[in-house]
Structure formats: C-alpha cells, structure tokens
C-alpha cells in the first residue's frame, strides 16, 4: 500500500467546473510535488512544495492552483480547464536533504478527464 | 538536446536472461539519479537510486552511474514476466527546490 494518498482515483469534470485534487503524506516528507503524465509520456513536473512553501512552477497555467495547508497535506485546485489538460495526475513526496535528492514517493494519481 | 535520452523500445528478453536498460543525460550539475518502474495505468515506483559513480546492486538489480561520460544503467538479472513494466530514468538536481526530471521510459517486454 502506498504511504502517499490520492483522492479522488478518477475525476470528470466540465470546463466550467472548479474542483480540487487532494494528497496527503504520512511519511514525514518535507517536500511534495505534482506531476501531470499523459499517456505513453514520462511524468511532467508541475509544482514543488519545500517545508510548505513553493519553490518550483514549472510555468503552469493560473488555471492550476497548488495549495500546502500543512506539512502532510498538498491540494491542487482546478478551474476552467481544456479538455487537453485531461491525464493521470500524480502526487510525489520525499525527504529534504541538503547534500543529495531523495527519491520520490508517488500516490496512486487521479486520472482526470475533461469534457 | 533532450535533457534525459533513453531508447523507448520496446525492449524484449526471454525469461531468465539479463535485460539491460541504459539513459544518458546532458546536466553535469546533476546530482542524483533513479531508475523507476511503472506500469500500465500505475504510478512509478522506486528501483534504485545512486549517487557516485560505480556500481550499486540490489537484489537482482544493478544501477551503474558514469558521470564522467553522463551515462546511468540499469540490468536486471534472470528476468522474469512480472518485470514487464516501463522503466524510467531519472536525475535530480538542487535548483532552489527539489526537481527531479524524467526521462520518456523504456518499455520491456519478458516472455516466458
């Protein structure tokens, strides 16, 4: 069982909708990300939380909005998206280390469709 | 030039042979590198990582780092079917944050 959650699995949502993606760590992790993956492609990153604070935008578009309420908790709020924002979307969590990155913990996804 | 090469495949051994599965990359400030595996319709999860140059091995995996020529490799001994995945390399390097790109997979196939 994976120690990153991802709620929900699936997700079907309208362009117009707002919605949000939640993810949440009991692993102690100081960082956490978001990665969208299309399909047959690699994963992309999109955010990086560092002890609650954003240190990375991938230049994502506004329509996406990261959220970090705490240490263990990571949203990503939706609103007007394209139909080709449609994909798996992935939470990753690891370790803060100074000298070296830790390797990423990933939750199962929410697979996204947008219609 | 693609920041993470790796050869898409598909990659086909028979079971029980050594799969090997290499990636190339272009950031000489990159730091640490990871191998993942995913498969279908599943998250990636972690096979190895490492850090310095030389070999690491784990069980029946072996990751071999090449900084110098900026070369990662993975082998899998006596491969079996349930290792049919996709295999991600990955590099990772500080920035101000923690990134960690990926590179497009190598689809292996194991027949029994």
């Known amino acids: 069982d994976t120690e990153v959650t991802q709620t929900p699995k699936h997700l079907v949502m309208g362009m117009t909708n707002k919605k949000s993606l939640k993810c949440e760590q009991h692993?102690?992790?100081?960082?956490m990300y978001w990665y969208k993956q299309k399909a047959k492609k690699p994963p992309e990153l999109m955010f990086v939380?560092?002890?609650?604070?954003?240190?990375i935008n991938e230049s994502v578009p506004s329509r996406f909005s990261p959220e970090c309420p705490n240490s263990s908790l990571l949203n990503l709020h939706l609103h007007a998206l394209q139909p080709e924002d449609s994909a798996l979307y992935l939470c990753?969590?690891?370790?803060?280390?100074?000298?070296?990155?830790?390797?990423?913990?990933f939750g199962n996804g929410t697979r996204l469709t947008v219609t | 030039q693609k920041e993470v090469e790796q050869n898409s495949g598909p990659l086909s051994v028979p079971e029980g042979a050594i799969a090997s599965l290499n990636c190339t990359y272009s950031?000489?400030?990159?730091?640490?590198f990871f191998w993942y595996r995913q498969y279908s319709g599943k998250s990636p999860e972690l096979i190895m990582f490492?850090?310095?140059?030389g070999d690491k091995e784990d069980g029946r995996f072996t990751a071999q780092l090449n900084k110098a020529s900026q070369y990662v490799s993975l082998l899998i001994r006596d491969s079996q079917p349930s290792d049919s995945a996709t295999y991600l390399c990955?590099?990772?390097?500080?920035?101000?944050?923690?990134?960690?790109?990926f590179g497009a997979g190598t689809r292996l196939f194991v027949k029994a």
């Open positions: 990753a969590s690891s370790d803060v280390d100074s000298s070296y990155n830790s390797p990423l913990h």
């Open positions: 692993m102690g992790h100081r960082a």
């Open positions: 939380y560092s002890y609650e604070k954003l240190s």
């Open positions: 950031d000489r400030g990159s730091q640490s």
């Open positions: 490492i850090y310095s140059n």
């Open positions: 990955a590099f990772a390097r500080n920035t101000g944050g923690f990134k960690t790109i």
